[in-house]
């Protein structure tokens, strides 16, 4: 008889005496996993609920998938899109000294055609062009009608779900912002069939082709006219006298920048404070607020602000904000709107990516998780936080494409037109 038909009869005569073959022991790699789905809900099952997420099934789905993982690699790989599901913008696989080598599998760098995208009543325009998207014609506020032969709103869908398996996104608009944006790149060679609409409702049929793009301008839509860069503000006034500054990031000597922006504008009678792509860092939350309490004043709200720098502003305030917003950036634009000192619009919350984290080690010692337990700025959201929700404007403001295609960003000018005819009641602090 042959031994492959002799060793399924020894266990069937095995199984007729109530003795069973003896369990398959775990690989190292199903004990990680074990220990990190049992660890992730202990410390992030907090967010769960605020976030929907379902553990028993990513139980079932990675407790199945880790019996598959044979390698380093492929551990990193199958930890990576655990930590997707958590939903945890600052969710990260860490390598240690085991596995500082250890390299995601070989893909191809992706690049940008030139384009960004927009939401407005329900339908995807053209926010901002230049490179290759530029050089065939596109025009901002033209809607994107199908991509590849599919409705634009299946294209994005798939595109977000893709994304989404690989990627952790601590909420669903900020998938949506961050796929409109830096999601559009691709590998170079790519081509890319879409079908536009213009304004006047004339089709314009396009193949972009990836070739090496470079950064646009991230942030606003639109810049206004006659602006300065310092650091990471950028600052002005507009055509009516109010005064622009757009926050790039929030580092640590963010209020000594905001200084330089007030030396030049803080006596415009309103202010637009964009926040708009702010990419997060860390400061000194009362000494940038203080940057906006006249001097010998305080800001009293849920905490209590006194005035600080040398060049204060005490003027009207309206704050812009999306999903692009992260991180400390969430924190910064938030204490605006929270704190009573500024009237805040946006075309969504921020992205609700802003906690405290830890690193959980895992038993292998190959790899820890780095991972979000406890919510930013329990204060805002009516107790609720940052985290899984972000900072919700007092008023949602969309794109108008008549504006896109004159070259006029919506919300600055909408922000502007507030400033002019201030609503008081929604705002605190009683602005100079």
Request: proline content about 5%.
């Amino acid at each position: 008889m042959r031994v492959e038909r002799i060793l399924p009869l020894a266990l069937f005569l095995l199984a007729l005496v109530g003795i069973h073959a003896p369990a398959r022991a775990q690989s190292l790699y199903e004990k990680d996993v074990a220990f990190a789905l049992d660890e992730l809900e202990k410390q992030c099952g907090s967010f769960f609920r605020v976030k929907e997420i379902d553990w028993k099934a990513v139980r079932k789905e990675f407790g199945t998938a880790a019996k598959s993982v044979k390698d380093e690699q492929s551990h990193l790989v199958l930890l990576t899109r655990l930590l997707a599901r958590l939903e945890d913008g600052h969710a990260t696989v860490k390598p240690t000294d085991k596995t500082k080598d250890v390299r995601w599998p070989d893909e191809p760098e992706p690049t940008g055609v030139g384009m960004f995208w927009c939401r407005s009543k329900k339908k995807i325009y053209l926010k901002s062009i230049w490179n290759e998207a530029k050089e065939l014609g596109l025009e901002p506020g033209m809607e994107v009608v199908t991509v590849d032969g599919q409705a634009v709103d299946k294209w994005l869908d798939r595109r977000i779900a893709s994304f989404r398996d690989r990627y952790s996104f601590s909420t669903d608009h900020q998938a949506f912002f961050w796929t409109c944006h830096r999601g559009l790149a691709m590998p170079k060679g790519t081509r890319l069939e879409l079908e536009l609409k213009r304004l006047d409702g004339k089709k314009k049929k396009a193949t972009l082709t990836y070739v090496n793009g470079k950064p646009g301008a991230w942030g606003p839509a639109v810049f206004p006219p006659n602006l300065e860069t310092k650091g990471d503000v950028t600052f002005g006034l507009l055509a009516s006298g109010h005064a622009y500054v757009h926050v790039r990031r929030s580092p640590e000597d963010l209020p000594a920048q905001i200084d330089v922006a007030l030396a030049a504008v803080g006596q415009a009678p309103g202010m637009v404070l964009d926040f708009r792509a702010n990419s997060g860092g860390g400061f000194d939350h009362d000494d940038l607020m203080g940057r906006f309490v006249p001097a010998g004043e305080k800001l009293v709200g849920q905490i209590t602000y006194e005035s600080r720098g040398p060049a204060q502003y005490g003027g009207k305030l309206v704050v812009i904000v999306d999903g692009t917003i992260v991180s400390a950036g969430e924190t910064a634009a938030g204490i605006f709107k929270e704190d009573g000192r500024a009237y805040m619009i946006g075309e969504s919350p921020t992205a609700g990516m802003s906690s405290q984290k830890t690193t959980i080690d895992l038993p292998s010692g190959l790899f820890g998780l780095y991972v979000s337990v406890r919510s930013n700025k329990h204060r805002f959201n009516d107790g609720r936080g940052i985290e899984g929700i972000g900072v919700i404007p007092h008023e949602l403001v969309e794109f108008d494409p008549k504006d896109l295609a004159a070259g006029v960003d919506t919300l600055i000018r909408r922000a502007d037109e507030l400033l002019a005819k201030f609503p008081k009641d929604k705002v605190p602090f009683a602005a100079r």
